[in-house]
């Protein structure tokens, strides 16, 4: 044990001093010791083996971290934010300017209070002061020397509802301005202190997370199967290493791991020593922040988890009236990185959702209340004319999360005539404001004939086939709905399915069939004294009959439908009418004729904001240019009518074959080779059969003129 010095009166005692020596010695011990507690520190904890695809945010946090600037890696749990820190405070260049002073606490792993995190701090820097209950003891040694300190799991100190959290987030906030140390903090949460370098720990890229998962799973059978899983898995990192390692322990081969993910999804995701995704997420969901939000936080989290796109932020207020702080609930949920923000929606990534969707739909309230409003809010009427017309595009954004809220719901209560109702509602908003073909098609055709509403969805699905250019299958689904119609003696619906039929049948060419199925549907609404009816028959037939040059008789009709429809009518149906009497003008080589009526449909649309009804008469106002060898003119319409093609790539795929011909027509045969190429492509994806041959035909010429051969697909 070391004596202690006191001073004496008496010069011949043992133990007397020279105070100036003493004073020297003090000093030398002092640098010693400090020399001495720099080597005490505790060391890092080794660099992870399995990692890759972060150089990137590596060289920026080493960058970062040189110049002393305090850095946040921010993220969802198991998103490798701790691997990232580690494989830093191993850099060789961080290690070159640190040396031994690179520090890291692990936050998770003491008591939450300022007492217990300086003791730790002190321990760790090896700073050598015993349980300071301040930082003041700890300045000097702290200011003496460059350190990179990495505080791990700092969720768990810096949640603003936690033990202590003020007191804790001063000491972080003093720590990251010491111009001598880099503070660099792995959290969660984002409540950090000011100053902070945010730096966001993204997903890995397919590539990395399969070197990922091949670096445990010890295995030559490399198989898509696995791709399609991580691909299921977001990337998450965590979930990836977990996936590899149950597989490994258990020698499952890559076809057993497709039966258990597919059987168990991320309930498989339980290593042999209890290592788990559900205890990450369940550890975000324990946090004192996470239970402030209230008893309603963990089924609305549930509610995100639900739908693929999560919840539209503009919608939240809407569709949970019953939960008075929505928006307060998603951002405290973004805080906590359990969801994020993208595009205008609150979702979370794939092994969440996994997680925290509800079991049994139909027993959680808060999701089905979520689906009554959405059922509500798509049984308005729409039409252009209408002002709830504009409104009831909100589908555009959110088709994805209505096609699987009743994909589960026509599963899991297919009995309810009330889904069925709202499913062939969806169709119709579809067939509105965004042409794509559907997952529901399949359960529709499977329900009895005698189902209530199979014929109306069987309608609308039809309609769907018809605006990606499938008039094959527009026609076979006509037909079964009017066989239905007809059995149950609905004269209204079988004349409005007569005038879809008929409009299929002019596309396939078969104008014959056409004629007669628009004749019988006109006799229906002129027994039923329906005037919009007629008007919509009228259109369809004298379409029919221009397609079957029989132009005096398709001018008769459209003319009659105009004169049945009155200035403050059904404008679409107007709109409708004139530009199928410009298009019966334009083949009679009327040209004044058939630009008047074209641009009074124009003006219309625009008036509408009707963007089918813009597409189509832009369209025919491009042709009508075409054959007068006005190209430029073309041009021009076909690019008005691409700039209202946004929802739906069926009308895109048109406008390029439009654009085609034009370029053919000019003798730019590289351009149209090209466009047609294009629009190819865009109709093969959606099985719009006639439109490839079209395309294939304007191949084939451009191939004659430019004597160069086409792929034996393509012929």
């Given at each position: 044990?070391t004596?202690?010095?006191?001073?004496?009166?008496?010069?011949?005692?043992?133990?007397?001093?020279?105070?100036?020596?003493?004073?020297?010695?003090?000093?030398?011990?002092?640098?010693?010791?400090?020399?001495e507690?720099?080597?005490?520190?505790?060391?890092?904890?080794p660099?992870?083996?399995?990692?890759f695809?972060?150089?990137?945010?590596?060289e920026?946090?080493?960058?970062l971290?040189?110049?002393?600037?305090?850095?946040?890696?921010?993220?969802?749990?198991g998103?490798?934010?701790?691997?990232?820190?580690l494989?830093?405070l191993?850099?060789?260049?961080?290690?070159?300017?640190?040396?031994?002073?690179?520090?890291?606490?692990?936050?998770?792993?003491?008591?939450?209070?300022?007492?217990?995190?300086?003791r730790?701090?002190?321990?760790?820097?090896?700073?050598?002061?015993?349980?300071?209950?301040e930082?003041?003891?700890?300045?000097?040694?702290?200011?003496?020397r460059k350190?990179?300190?990495?505080?791990?799991?700092?969720?768990?100190?810096?949640?603003?509802?936690?033990?202590?959290?003020?007191?804790?987030?001063?000491?972080?906030?003093e720590?990251?301005?010491?111009?001598?140390?880099c503070i660099?903090?792995?959290?969660?949460?984002?409540?950090?202190?000011?100053g902070?370098?945010?730096l966001?720990?993204p997903?890995?890229?397919?590539?990395?997370?399969?070197?990922?998962?091949y670096?445990?799973?010890?295995?030559?059978?490399?198989?898509n199967?696995?791709?399609?899983?991580?691909?299921?898995?977001d990337?998450?990192?965590?979930?990836?290493?977990?996936?590899?390692?149950?597989?490994?322990?258990n020698?499952?081969?890559?076809?057993?791991?497709?039966r258990?993910?597919?059987?168990g999804?991320?309930?498989?995701?339980q290593?042999?020593?209890?290592?788990?995704?559900?205890?990450?997420?369940?550890?975000?969901?324990?946090?004192?922040?996470?239970?402030?939000l209230?008893?309603s936080?963990?089924?609305?989290l549930?509610?995100i988890?639900f739908?693929?796109?999560g919840?539209?932020e503009?919608?939240?207020d809407w569709?949970?009236?019953?939960?008075?702080?929505?928006?307060?609930?998603?951002d405290?949920?973004?805080?906590?990185s359990?969801?994020?923000?993208s595009?205008g929606f609150?979702?979370?990534?794939?092994?969440?959702?996994?997680?925290?969707?509800?079991?049994?739909?139909?027993?959680?309230?808060l999701?089905?209340?979520?689906?009554?409003?959405?059922?509500?809010?798509?049984?308005?009427?729409?039409?252009?004319?209408?002002?709830?017309?504009?409104?009831?595009q909100?589908?555009?954004?959110?088709?994805?999360?209505?096609?699987?809220?009743?994909?589960?719901?026509?599963?899991?209560?297919?009995?309810s005539?009330?889904?069925?109702?709202?499913?062939?509602?969806?169709?119709?908003?579809?067939?509105?404001?965004?042409?794509?073909?559907?997952?529901?098609?399949?359960?529709?055709?499977?329900?009895?004939?005698?189902?209530?509403?199979?014929?109306?969805?069987?309608?609308?699905?039809?309609e769907l086939?018809?605006?990606?250019?499938?008039?094959?299958?527009?026609?076979?689904l006509l037909t079964?709905?009017?066989?239905?119609?007809?059995?149950?003696?609905?004269?209204?619906?079988?004349a409005?399915?007569?005038?879809?039929?008929?409009?299929?049948n002019?596309?396939?060419?078969?104008?014959?069939?056409?004629?007669?199925?628009?004749?019988?549907?006109?006799?229906?609404y002129?027994?039923?004294?329906?005037?919009w009816?007629?008007?919509d028959?009228?259109?369809?037939?004298?379409y029919?009959?221009?397609?079957d040059q029989?132009?005096?008789?398709a001018?008769?009709?459209?003319?009659?439908?105009?004169?049945?429809v009155?200035?403050?009518?059904?404008?679409?149906?107007?709109c409708?009418?004139?530009?199928?009497?410009?298009?019966?003008y334009?083949s009679?080589?009327?040209?004044?004729?058939?630009?008047?009526?074209?641009?009074?449909?124009?003006?219309?649309?625009?008036?509408?904001?009707?963007?089918?009804g813009?597409?189509?008469?832009h369209?025919?106002?491009?042709?009508?240019?075409?054959?007068?060898?006005?190209?430029?003119?073309?041009?021009?319409?076909?690019?008005?009518a691409?700039?209202?093609?946004?929802?739906?790539?069926?009308?895109?795929?048109?406008?390029?074959?439009?654009?085609a011909?034009?370029?053919?027509?000019?003798?730019?045969?590289e351009?149209?080779k090209?466009?047609?190429?294009?629009?190819?492509?865009v109709?093969?994806?959606?099985?719009?059969?006639?439109?490839v041959?079209v395309?294939?035909?304007?191949?084939?010429?451009?191939?004659?003129?430019?004597?160069?051969?086409?792929s034996c697909?393509l012929?």
């Amino acid at each position: 044990m070391t004596p202690v010095l006191q001073s004496s009166h008496n010069d011949d005692s043992p133990w007397s001093i020279d105070w100036n020596l003493v004073s020297n010695i003090n000093w030398q011990l002092v640098h010693h010791l400090t020399s001495e507690c720099s080597t005490l520190g505790e060391s890092p904890p080794p660099p992870p083996r399995t990692f890759f695809g972060r150089d990137e945010l590596i060289e920026k946090t080493v960058d970062l971290a040189e110049g002393l600037d305090p850095i946040a890696l921010l993220g969802a749990g198991g998103i490798g934010k701790t691997s990232i820190a580690l494989a830093v405070l191993h850099h060789d260049r961080i290690k070159q300017r640190f040396g031994d002073d690179r520090r890291f606490i692990r936050c998770d792993q003491f008591p939450t209070s300022r007492v217990h995190l300086l003791r730790r701090l002190s321990i760790v820097t090896g700073a050598g002061i015993e349980n300071p209950e301040e930082l003041t003891p700890l300045r000097t040694f702290l200011s003496s020397r460059k350190m990179l300190i990495v505080l791990d799991n700092a969720e768990s100190i810096l949640d603003p509802r936690g033990t202590d959290a003020q007191e804790i987030y001063a000491v972080v906030e003093e720590l990251s301005r010491f111009d001598n140390i880099c503070i660099c903090i792995t959290s969660r949460i984002s409540t950090i202190p000011p100053g902070f370098e945010h730096l966001d720990v993204p997903t890995l890229s397919i590539e990395a997370a399969l070197k990922t998962f091949y670096r445990i799973y010890n295995s030559n059978d490399r198989s898509n199967v696995v791709d399609g899983i991580l691909e299921q898995l977001d990337f998450h990192p965590l979930s990836i290493t977990l996936l590899a390692t149950v597989a490994q322990e258990n020698k499952w081969s890559t076809s057993r791991l497709a039966r258990e993910w597919e059987e168990g999804r991320t309930s498989v995701l339980q290593t042999q020593h209890s290592n788990s995704l559900a205890a990450a997420i369940e550890l975000s969901l324990a946090s004192p922040m996470f239970q402030e939000l209230g008893p309603s936080a963990r089924e609305f989290l549930g509610v995100i988890a639900f739908f693929p796109q999560g919840v539209s932020e503009d919608n939240a207020d809407w569709f949970f009236p019953a939960i008075s702080n929505a928006t307060n609930l998603l951002d405290g949920f973004c805080i906590l990185s359990l969801t994020h923000r993208s595009n205008g929606f609150v979702t979370m990534l794939a092994p969440l959702r996994d997680h925290l969707r509800p079991e049994d739909p139909k027993s959680a309230p808060l999701l089905c209340a979520t689906r009554d409003h959405y059922f509500s809010r798509m049984s308005v009427a729409i039409n252009p004319d209408n002002p709830s017309f504009r409104e009831s595009q909100w589908i555009i954004l959110e088709d994805v999360n209505v096609e699987h809220l009743l994909d589960v719901f026509t599963t899991i209560d297919a009995t309810s005539d009330g889904v069925w109702d709202a499913c062939a509602d969806f169709l119709r908003h579809l067939n509105w404001h965004k042409h794509r073909l559907t997952i529901l098609g399949s359960k529709i055709e499977g329900l009895p004939d005698d189902h209530c509403s199979k014929p109306n969805c069987l309608s609308q699905l039809s309609e769907l086939s018809s605006a990606v250019g499938d008039y094959v299958e527009q026609q076979r689904l006509l037909t079964h709905t009017l066989k239905l119609w007809r059995e149950r003696g609905e004269d209204n619906q079988v004349a409005l399915i007569l005038v879809s039929l008929s409009d299929a049948n002019r596309l396939l060419d078969l104008p014959k069939e056409g004629i007669e199925q628009a004749k019988e549907a006109l006799g229906i609404y002129e027994r039923l004294g329906d005037t919009w009816g007629q008007v919509d028959c009228l259109i369809g037939l004298a379409y029919i009959l221009h397609h079957d040059q029989q132009l005096d008789a398709a001018e008769e009709a459209a003319s009659r439908s105009i004169g049945l429809v009155s200035e403050k009518g059904n404008q679409t149906l107007v709109c409708g009418s004139h530009r199928v009497l410009g298009e019966i003008y334009e083949s009679k080589g009327e040209t004044e004729k058939a630009i008047h009526h074209f641009e009074i449909a124009l003006g219309i649309a625009s008036s509408l904001n009707w963007h089918n009804g813009l597409f189509s008469v832009h369209c025919s106002l491009a042709w009508l240019f075409l054959g007068q060898g006005r190209f430029d003119d073309a041009h021009a319409h076909v690019k008005q009518a691409k700039s209202h093609t946004d929802h739906s790539a069926y009308q895109l795929g048109r406008a390029m074959e439009l654009q085609a011909h034009i370029w053919y027509r000019q003798r730019k045969f590289e351009e149209a080779k090209s466009e047609a190429l294009c629009a190819i492509d865009v109709h093969e994806k959606l099985g719009a059969a006639k439109d490839v041959e079209v395309c294939k035909k304007i191949l084939r010429e451009v191939q004659k003129e430019l004597n160069t051969p086409l792929s034996c697909k393509l012929l």
